[in-house]
Every structure is written in structure tokens, then in C-alpha cells.
DNA sequence: TAGGCCATCTGGTCCT
DNA sequence: AGGACCAGATGGCCTA
């Protein structure tokens, strides 16, 4: 249980230092339970100060190893066990099978099941682990404000951005090949002054889906106006 | 203090 | 049979 506190501690929202009251703005989202407008724009492309950003934020989360393979005597994993004996008020070493809250729980203290039950629930620890390893990666590549005054994103709101993310770099890339289509299609002379070409692709007519983008549109990826479901508030 | 977010435990189900 | 996956329950921490 120590080992989970301190994990819990180092975690999400125990960033020593950290100025949590600055909630992050991002765009969030489109999913079908919120409507939300897709952003378009272009996000700041500084990949590696992003990435480095993040693992600055979230440096610590990852460090925490906690070794699964002799949970049968590992202190925190009997500590845990312990603790979930305590919150049902019920003592595993009760009769085996007893029922409470509906549930029949076959774990005894000491006994096989016990063994069992352990390991299973370090696989599923690790599992679950593996999956927040996941969700840090995708946080790193994510454009959004990795400053350590940023509270880091929550896992819906992660997901819920990396979406929007792709489906506006899916616009970007979309009008790009459009531009490089209309260029081709006019076959310009290969001495075409820089003003004259210039002047030439932004006449090019737009998809309508993407919205004129102006140095005001532009890199502003976050400002969208969207909000996340059972919070009603941004993110 | 309520609500949000999270980690963990747990039992059920599915898959290999 | 054992492991992966999933969802519900629970309790802790943090913020508004």
C-alpha cells in the first residue's frame, strides 16, 4: 500500500511545485456525446520541445517499479491486500466463500486463493500500468502546453485530443494535396516571380470544411470551445 | 464539501 | 486452464 500511496502521490495530481490552478485549455473534442467544432489551424510544430515539455511534466510517473513477480511476500502487496480487507470489513480469513455486497470472495489469507488472487491482481496492475505508459506517449506527441504550470491532461481529455488532432492534421494534409494539385494544374513558368506565385495560391478556392488560415487562425489550435462530458467544464 | 480523476481490487467473460 | 480484457466498486487526493 505504500508503494501504491507514494505512486499515487507522484502522480497525476501531487506535482510538487506544480501550479495545478492553471487548468489547461485545449481543444477537446468530438465525440458523439459532445458537439464540438473539429479545430483547424495549424499547431506549433516544435515536436521535440513538446515531448521534452511533457517528460518534464510528467518526469517521476514512470519511475515507479513495482515488482509483481514475489507479490506472494511482498510487503505493499500484502499492505494492499490488508487495506481491501479493512475497506470491506471483512477479514479474509474468515470463512471461506462468505458473501457480502453480493460478492462471494474465496480469498483467504494464507491459503492458495490468496496466492492466486495476488498474482492476478498484479497482472492487472501491471496491465493497467502498461496502458498509462501508453497514454504518456501519446501525451508526448500531442501538441497541447506541456508547461509544468499546465495540470496534465486527463486520460479522456487526452484521448479525446489526440482525435481531434488527427482529423485536423487529416484537413491539413487534405488541403495541401489540393494546393499542390492547383499548382501542377496551372503549370506555371519556371521563372514565375515569388509575388506572382504567391498571389496565385491564395486565390486557391477552399475546401469548406477548412476555414481560412490567417496568422490569427493559425497555431491556435487550443482555442476551441469545447467541453468534456460529466464535467460540463473545460479542460 | 462536492465533484473530478485516479489507482486498485475484484469477478465475469472471452480467447488461446 | 490460464491470461487478457472489461466494468463495477471503493477509497484517496486535489480543486473549485
Known sequence: MNDDLERKNN???????IDFSKRFDPLIATSNSYNCDIPTGTFPHDQ??????ARELESGYNEFNIDVEDNSSSDSVDKNFTSDLNRDNTEYS????????????SSRRGSPHKTIRLNVNARERR?????????DDLRSVIPYAHSPSVRKLSKIATLLLAKNYILMQANALEEMRR???????TSPSRYEPYSTAYQRIHDIPRLPSVPNQTSETS?????????LPYTGKKV
Not at 48 to 53: D, G, L, R, Y
Not at 94 to 105: C, H, M, N
Request: proline fraction near 0%; charged fraction near 25%; aromatic fraction near 8%.
Open 219 to 227: 497555431a491556435n489550435y487550443q482555442g476551441t470551445n469545447c467541453e
Open 179 to 185: 494546393m499542390i494539385a492547383y499548382m501542377k494544374s
Open 11 to 17: 502522480t497525476s495530481d501531487a506535482h510538487d511545485g
Open 127 to 135: 496491465r493497467m500500468h502498461d496502458l498509462n505508459d501508453a497514454l
Open 48 to 53: 521535440q520541445s513538446f515531448a521534452n515539455s
Open 94 to 105: 474468515s470463512e471461506e466463500g462468505q458473501d457480502f455486497e453480493g460478492k462471494i470472495r
